[in-house]
Nanobody
Framework: QLQLVESGGGLVQPGGTLRLSCAVS????????IGWFRQAPGKEREGISC????????VYDDSVKGRFTISRDNAKSLVFLQMDSLKPEDSALYYC???????????????????WGQGTQVTVSS
């Protein structure tokens, strides 16, 4: 059983930056891939980035590629999502989640993620 807690959300102007953190606890957490998902009101949840257990592989949705960077610090049990050049359409509730599996299309497979956090709100507005 893993527990995930997101933090770092808030209100930011377009073009601004935020760094989200996901604190993960539980046995063998460092053997799990960690992904970030988001859901805006009235829209479906979408996977935006995932990092393998070792941190050696990452994947991004096209909507955030080149603007967002995922990383992990296994020693501190933290996963980060650095978000640059934020746009109003990035506004959503952001979740981190853990999956035992990692594959190139993992962002399209939310059912493979067994553990989820409660989310942190990101609002991009002037």
């Amino acid at each position: 059983q893993l527990q995930l807690v997101e933090s770092g959300g808030g209100l930011v102007q377009p073009g601004g930056t935020l760094r989200l953190s996901c604190a993960v606890s539980g046995v063998n957490w460092d053997k799990y891939a960690i992904g970030w998902f988001r859901q805006a009101p009235g829209k479906e949840r979408e996977g935006i980035s995932c990092i393998s257990s070792s941190g050696g592989s990452t994947v991004y949705d096209d909507s955030v590629k080149g603007r967002f960077t995922i990383s992990r610090d296994n020693a501190k049990s933290l996963v980060f999502l650095q978000m640059d050049s934020l746009k109003p359409e990035d506004s959503a509730l952001y979740y981190c989640a853990a999956s035992w599996f990692y594959m190139s299309n993992i962002l399209k497979r939310p059912d493979d993620f067994d553990f989820w956090g409660q989310g942190t709100q990101v609002t991009v507005s002037s």
